[in-house]
């Protein structure tokens, strides 16, 4: 099973939004609903900050938001912050052989 | 609630190494418990999961020389890693799988494969 498709770098201004997508097959998001995203600071372990497609766990703030088309997962972060800057994968369930793919991972660069 | 990882270190290829991860705040057997693991400078990879009645699972590239198991009255969950390769090299997470997401996870133990 290969990994979910991402960009590997996105860049923003502060104030500004950003999308981020996340590919993947028949096998995984195009057929389920179990689609997360994470944020993983520097030296940190990641973080959820959306599950079931387009829910935030609490405490994660509404700036942001999951949707899905297809075969194709996206995570938008509106009124971006400097403390956004950090790596971010996605991951969905699999009816393949890998239960869990994640995302190849995308770098978010505030300017 | 907290996972806490330990066991990683420097072993040679070839060889095996256990790794530990302790819950407090949750049970082990009532949760799904997975490994997830990150190469240096590269992204997240699933390894395993253990599910509540006990069937496990793993990634294509540890199938059949990585073991996943859990001691309730420890409540800890195990990987036992055997024949261990160079791109085994990782910093390795356990995480709980609460519903459809990764929601808990370990600040990780790294494995070094070299010789």
């Known amino acids: 099973q290969s990994a979910l498709t991402q960009p590997a770098s996105v860049s923003g201004s502060p104030g500004q939004s950003i999308t981020i997508s996340c590919t993947g097959t028949?096998?995984?998001?195009?057929?389920?609903?179990?689609v997360s995203w994470y944020q993983q600071h520097p030296g940190d372990a990641p973080k959820l900050i959306i599950y079931?497609?387009?829910k935030r766990p609490s405490g994660i703030s509404n700036r942001f938001s999951g949707s899905k088309s297809g075969n194709t997962a996206s995570l938008t972060i509106s009124g971006l912050q400097a403390e956004d800057e950090a790596d971010y994968y996605c991951?969905?369930?699999?009816?393949?052989?890998?239960?869990?793919?994640f995302g190849t991972g995308t770098r978010l660069t505030v300017l | 609630v907290q996972l806490v990882e330990s066991g990683g270190g420097l072993v040679q290829p070839g060889g095996s190494l256990r790794l530990s991860c302790a819950a407090s705040?949750?049970?082990?057997?009532?949760?799904?418990v997975a490994w997830v693991r990150q190469a240096p400078g590269k992204g997240l990879e699933w390894v395993s999961v253990?599910?509540?009645?006990?069937?496990?699972f793993y990634g294509d590239s540890v199938k059949g020389r990585f073991n996943i198991s859990r001691d309730n009255s420890k409540n800890t969950v195990y990987l036992q890693m055997n024949s261990l390769r160079v791109d085994d090299t990782a910093l390795y997470y356990c995480?709980?799988?609460?519903?459809?997401?990764?929601?808990?996870w370990g600040q990780g133990t790294m494995v070094t494969v070299s010789s």
């Open positions: 705040g949750l049970t082990v057997s009532t949760n799904y």
């Open positions: 028949s096998s995984d998001i195009t057929v389920y609903d179990f």
């Open positions: 991951n969905s369930y699999s009816g393949s052989s890998s239960l869990y793919v």
């Open positions: 253990i599910k509540t009645d006990g069937r496990t």
């Open positions: 995480a709980r799988r609460g519903g459809n997401a990764f929601d808990i």
């Open positions: 079931d497609v387009n």
